[in-house]
C-alpha cells in the first residue's frame, strides 16, 4: 500500500504467544522477486509462529498471516554421528598395528634398536 516495498521485516514468536522479536530487516533489492529467510536459531522439536512485515518508502506497513514452524529435531542425527564415529574410532583400534597409537600412560617411550 502507498508504494513500493523497500524492506521486509521477519518476526517469529513461540507457538501459542504473541511475543513476536525481530529476527531479520531484509532490504528489497532489483530485480528480486522472492526473498527468503531461514531461521538457524530453532530449539529442537518447539513450535514457531512467524510473521512478516513489508515496508514501503513511506513509512506504510503491512503484515502478512501468521505462518507455523518447527524446530527441526537434530538429535536422531547427533546421535548417528556420534555411534558412527565410536564405530570408526574401534575399527581403527581392532585393525591398525598395536605400535600404532601412543603409549597412554603419559611417559615418553624411546626404541631401543
Not at 17 to 30: C, K
Not at 87 to 101: C, E, I, Q, S
Amino acid at each position: 500500500p502507498g508504494g513500493m516495498w523497500t524492506a521486509f521485516r521477519v518476526y517469529r514468536a513461540p507457538a501459542g504467544t504473541t511475543d513476536f522479536r525481530l529476527l531479520a530487516e531484509l532490504p528489497v533489492s532489483d530485480p528480486a522477486t522472492v526473498y527468503r529467510y531461514t531461521d538457524s536459531r530453532l530449539w529442537p522439536g518447539k513450535d514457531y509462529v512467524y510473521r512478516v512485515e513489508g515496508v514501503t518508502a513511506q513509512g506504510n506497513v503491512m503484515l502478512s498471516d501468521v505462518v507455523m514452524g518447527r524446530g527441526v529435531v537434530f538429535a536422531t542425527q547427533a546421535g548417528s554421528i556420534l555411534l558412527f564415529s565410536l564405530g570408526l574410532g574401534l575399527l581403527g583400534w581392532l585393525f591398525l598395528p598395536r605400535g600404532f597409537f601412543p603409549a597412554s600412560s603419559g611417559k615418553a617411550h624411546r626404541s631401543t634398536s
